[in-house]
């Protein structure tokens, strides 16, 4: 009934064992066409699970603008809106691909991608990379500005990258970064710059010795110091590939993916394959730059809360009890109160991950689609506030929970799978 496995214990352990033994490694960047086939013609890929552009919200749709601007399809925003309205653009969700998106998720042909391998499976995930704060395109903005700062990415930044890790022996070692940075206070979806200083650190030796210019090399690595946020992409990237590998057991009720499109929340369980499982989306709750309130906020949308289903982000809140109060909470307690409540619908503590604040226990490990159903208990999610006009951008930061249909519903057709219902 259960394949290889006597029982959905059984099959969630060896999800987790999977979960454990990832080696993540960062190996390249490369244009997103040449890893992603799809990415031909007028594509581009969105975060969560699948939408067409009349459904989207306004910051996705602002990012397909930006996307159009910098592809070239459209020379301003109304002839890329008419072309986006009468259907001249396929769209895929980022996780058909082995990619992830944060935000809108809204990446096109030349777009570079963070190439993660996961050595342990032989299997690669993909991620943009990160575009600073302010007005960008993974909010919805599409000025002159963002689309000029995604070209500098594309020739200057993705080039210097990609040449500095060639020299590597095999790429930088993911999980020994991330060790090091939740000591440091980053839970890596709402805070990252501890891990996003240490990324700097292994890469500025290979960046030296790159044949690309002075110049690019002192606003390559200025970016990289100025970009707080930078690492949030490889951990988004890390989490999709060693999660995509745990996905190869096929069976049990852990959860290996959660991503939502401003409409939707979905989930995907490990014994439900590609499967999504969606509910409406909710809006985050947090606190707003100046001059911005709850009523603009946009509902949730990104796929970063594959960082959530790994173990980070708001499930390790207490590694990193300087963001309670940026998203609108309180202080420590409140930190622990979050990852103790997180415990209650996972099966056990990733040891590679160990958390001080925490008694040295490790990050929460395999959140159990049947505990978040018993308890009534849903994942918590660190996330960033988009406003819900397009163009505007980020307009504050918060928390939200994913909804419990999603997991009601993939217990459902879990069961009916199995012939237990």
């Known amino acids: 009934m259960y394949g290889p496995y006597q029982t959905i214990d059984e099959s969630n352990q060896a999800v987790i064992q999977k979960i454990v033994a990832g080696a993540p490694f960062l190996v390249d ?20 699970p699948p939408i067409e552009f009349e459904d989207m919200t306004g910051p996705m749709q602002g990012a397909c603008i930006g ?30 691909v082995k990619a992830v ?63 500095a890790l060639s020299q590597t022996e095999n790429g930088l070692n993911i999980n020994v970064m991330l060790a090091k940075a939740i000591t440091m206070g980053d839970e890596f979806h709402q805070r990252n710059i501890a891990a996003s200083l240490v990324f700097l650190k292994e890469i500025s030796p290979y ?19 100025d970009t707080d946020q930078f690492f949030l992409n490889i951990a988004m990237a890390t989490s999709k590939a060693v999660l995509d590998a745990a996905r190869t057991i096929e069976h049990g009720t852990v959860v290996t993916a959660m991503s939502r499109n401003g409409k939707n929340f979905g989930i995907r369980i490990s014994g439900m394959g590609d499967e999504w499982f969606t509910a409406p ?11 911005y309130s709850q009523d603009m906020a946009n509902p949730d949308i990104g796929d970063s809360a594959i960082t959530e289903a790994f173990g980070v982000g708001g499930m390790a809140m207490v ?31 990733n040891p590679n991950f160990t958390i001080p604040t925490w008694n040295f226990q490790g990050i929460c490990l395999g959140i159990d689609a049947r505990k978040v159903v018993e308890t009534g208990i849903t994942p918590v999610i660190n996330t960033g506030i988009a406003h819900k006009e397009p163009g ?15 997991f009601e519903k993939a217990l459902e057709a879990y069961a009916q799978k199995l012939g237990l219902i």
């Not at 997103?32 to 969105?46: C, D, F, I, M, P």
């Not at 963070?114 to 302010?134: F, K, P, S």
């Not at 989306?281 to 707003?288: A, D, H, I, K």
Request: aromatic content about 6%; overall charge negative.
């Open 319 to 349: 590694a990193a009890p300087g963001v309670t109060r940026f998203v609108g909470a309180g202080g420590f307690e409140d930190a622990l109160a979050t990852s103790n409540e997180m415990t209650e619908i996972c099966i056990g503590h």
């Open 67 to 96: 996307a159009s601007l910098f592809e070239g399809w459209a020379a301003n925003e109304e002839e890329a809106m008419t072309m986006l309205k009468q259907g001249e653009v396929t769209f895929i969700p980022c996780h058909h």
């Open 101 to 163: 998106g944060p935000m809108g998720g809204i990446t096109s042909a030349n777009m570079p991608l963070l190439v993660v391998e996961n050595q342990t499976d032989g299997n690669r995930a993909y991620c943009t990379m990160n575009e600073g704060i302010g007005k960008v395109l993974r909010f919805g903005a599409y000025s002159d500005e963002v689309v000029q700062r995604l070209n500098w990415m594309r020739d200057v930044l993705a080039p210097t990258l990609s040449k």
């Open 392 to 406: 505007v951008g980020q307009i504050g930061a918060g928390t939200v929970r994913a909804p419990l249909a999603c």
């Open 29 to 48: 960047v490369v244009p997103a066409k040449s890893v992603v086939e799809q990415l031909n013609g007028r594509v581009l890929l969105h975060a969560g």
């Open 281 to 291: 989306v909710n809006t985050p709750q947090g606190l707003f730059f100046t001059g």
């Open 207 to 225: 960046i030296l010795q790159t044949n690309a210019s002075e110049k690019d090399k002192f606003d390559v690595v200025k970016f990289l110091a």
